[in-house]
């Protein structure tokens, strides 16, 4: 177990935008960031953090919290991993209690897959570089390449024995289960017999975002066997590579800073590019591409630049699957190296500098590019050309911005000697014959039949909700101020005649709110809102002062998303909206005292008018006695008074 004392280290250090924008672009908004969504696909930032409150608010998917909390959701981390993660990021020694059995057994099925990568991995890592087996095979084979030690390190590459159980016999002696390790995909297991998937080829470790161990690629070295030269871990509950970038934990710093990806073929390219200092690299290593994978790298950056070899066949395979980067509204373009090379032995084989100047003369838009090399081969033949030129215009249609296709249409015309309106005529078709599919896609509906239509119903807005809501709002902004209130005394002089008499005191805000509440008697209604109500006025009961940070820490998931919501939400008040629903709430320009008692008066007017309906409701609703209506109408009018009262108070008609 994880001590207190490490815990709190952690969110005394770590900072919420700085880990954050390890996985989402983040520009600044005021003095606030914002980027997109990680949890929803949208064009639009509603992704917001605030480094003066370190607290994060995802506006489109509603979920908010700390800088524990995103790792959680974002990365999936239990909180222990999430406190680990950020301990090792910010050079945080551990301190931690002896687990017992129990802690022990809790460690999920998730969790233990991790552990056994992670052993693996050292295994690996181990093999290559402290055994005569891995040296002489794996290490020279790396030094072959190029590599140098620093860079093995970075990428953690190893080596497995070409002995067929080495790894497996060795993780079983460590307690790790057969059943877990062929879970993983480390051993396979036929009838009795179990042997390494890995064996005998050189490790590349698979990361997530966050750097932990997903998986595993493996390359062989001997030339002899008959195996396919480059291996990956089975799908599993941790390891999905549609979903997974190689490299984009090494790069995505990078990417982010640059405001450009590139974007490679194999695990070897990514390394070779790195070492040379070109280090916003990844790599599908191999797979078909997936709109997972482009909208991992869509939170970093909106430019995608694809990095191809000079084989003309495998680069016509390859751009026509670059249809779905388009899809996702990224700008993608084209960089071709001469014949011959590829992003391996290209930075090998030459200087930072003229990597850069390289890229920079022969990086061409996409759709440009597209139009030009397949153009090349067809000019002289009608019915090719047309295929290409529909090819082309294929590619436009998938663009999601119009500006941007009437633009790449105008371009293509002149690429391609063909007018614009014959282009423009072909988009038309090609999007409406898209949408005909996508309708055909849809479930089929049934046979039309006239229905009568129901009336629409505008949705009740809960007043009682929103105040209990701006309450804790005002408890969690200005809770230990002490501001001067007004209270109203009325007495009967001597005459008879009653009078009021209005003292002024000073107080701070939570006591004023927590004894103006139960003085009413007034229990939150919602469920959830009373639970941080009650933990928010025990924190100032005893501290007189409520960190924000270390009172996250005492919240789940669930109370942390209410708190991060109330405080990043403060500046989207719509007033006018609230007075239709006769929730007059001043905004935060006012003076803290009277916010305090407007919202007071205000629960406590919505508390009368709701017990004045209800009261009303069961007067016309049941058979009472003469005696018991006039003691109902007796308190109703008693009611009415003090809501004139409240009135006068909030100077409105309520």
Request: glycine share 4%.
């Amino acid at each position: 177990m994880i001590s207190r004392t490490t815990i709190d280290k952690v969110f005394e250090t770590a900072l919420v935008e700085e880990v954050i924008g390890e996985f989402i672009q983040l520009r600044r908004s005021g003095s606030n960031l914002k980027g997109l969504s990680p949890f929803t696909d949208e064009r639009t930032p509603s992704f917001m953090v605030s480094p003066a409150k370190q607290i994060w608010k995802d506006f489109s998917s509603g979920k908010g919290g700390n800088v524990v909390s995103f790792l959680m959701e974002h990365e999936h981390f239990t909180y222990p991993e999430a406190i680990r993660y950020l301990a090792k990021k910010y050079g945080i020694e551990i301190e931690e209690t002896e687990q017992t059995a129990e802690d022990k057994e809790r460690v999920n099925e998730r969790e233990s897959l991790f552990l056994i990568n992670e052993f693996a991995k050292s295994f690996f890592q181990n093999t290559l570089h402290s055994t005569e087996e891995g040296k002489a095979i794996g290490l020279s084979y790396f030094k072959e390449r190029g590599f140098t030690l620093e860079t093995m390190q970075t990428f953690e590459l190893g080596y497995s024995p070409e002995k067929w159980e080495a790894f497996t016999e060795k993780a079983i002696k460590k307690g790790y289960s057969v059943e877990n390790l062929e879970k993983v995909g480390l051993t396979i297991v036929k009838n009795e017999k179990q042997f390494d998937r890995f064996r005998g080829r050189v490790i590349f470790p698979i990361k997530s975002m966050s750097g932990r161990t997903l998986g595993f690629g493996g390359r062989i070295l001997s030339t002899t066997a008959k195996a396919a030269k480059y291996l990956n871990s089975p799908e599993s509950i941790i390891y999905d590579k549609s979903k997974i970038l190689y490299g984009l934990y090494t790069a995505k710093q990078s990417i982010a800073k640059e405001d450009n990806c590139y974007l490679v073929e194999g695990y070897t390219d990514v390394i070779q590019m790195y070492q040379r200092g070109i280090t916003n690299v990844v790599s599908s290593s191999g797979t078909a591409l997936t709109a997972d994978q482009i909208r991992l790298i869509s939170r970093l950056t909106k430019n995608v630049t694809l990095l191809f070899d000079g084989d003309d066949a495998g680069l016509r395979a390859a751009i026509r699957g670059v249809d779905i980067i388009l899809e996702q509204g990224m700008n993608v373009q084209i960089c071709t190296f001469p014949k011959g090379e590829d992003p391996d032995s290209f930075a090998r084989n030459n200087s930072l500098e003229a990597i850069h100047e390289y890229f920079k003369e022969n990086s061409k838009d996409f759709i440009a590019f597209k139009a030009s090399l397949l153009a090349e081969d067809v000019r002289s033949n009608p019915i090719q050309r047309a295929e290409v030129i529909r090819e082309v215009v294929e590619s436009i249609a998938k663009i999601p911005d119009l500006i941007k296709q009437e633009l790449y249409v105008q371009d293509t015309a002149r690429t391609l000697d063909i007018s614009e309106d014959v282009l423009f005529s072909t988009l038309a078709q090609i999007n409406q014959a898209n949408k005909r599919r996508s309708s055909r896609r849809a479930p089929e509906q049934p046979t039309m039949q006239l229905v009568e239509k129901e009336p629409e119903t505008a949705q009740k807005v809960d007043a009682q909700q929103i105040l209990e809501r701006k309450i804790l709002e005002i408890l969690l902004l200005y809770g230990d101020k002490e501001e001067t209130f007004e209270e109203v005394f009325e007495f009967y002089n001597e005459k008879g005649e009653k009078e009021e008499q209005k003292e002024k005191y000073t107080s701070k805000v939570y006591r004023k709110v927590y004894l103006d509440l139960q003085e009413d008697e007034i229990e939150f209604t919602n469920s959830l809102f009373k639970t941080l109500y009650e933990k928010i006025i025990e924190q100032y009961n005893q501290k007189e002062e409520l960190r924000i940070q270390q009172f996250l820490q005492e919240l789940s998931a669930e109370q942390t998303a209410v708190i991060s919501d109330i405080m990043m939400e403060e500046e989207r008040y719509v007033l006018h909206d609230w007075q239709r629903a006769e929730i007059y709430v001043k905004d935060k320009h006012m003076g803290i005292a009277q916010l305090v008692e407007e919202t007071i008066l205000s629960l406590r007017a919505n508390l009368l008018n709701k017990k004045i309906a209800e009261m009303a409701t069961a007067l016309q609703k049941a058979e009472l006695e003469e005696e018991v209506i006039q003691q109902q109408l007796s308190s109703i009018k008693d009611y009415l008074q003090l809501k004139t009262l409240l009135a006068s108070s909030l100077d409105r008609v309520l």
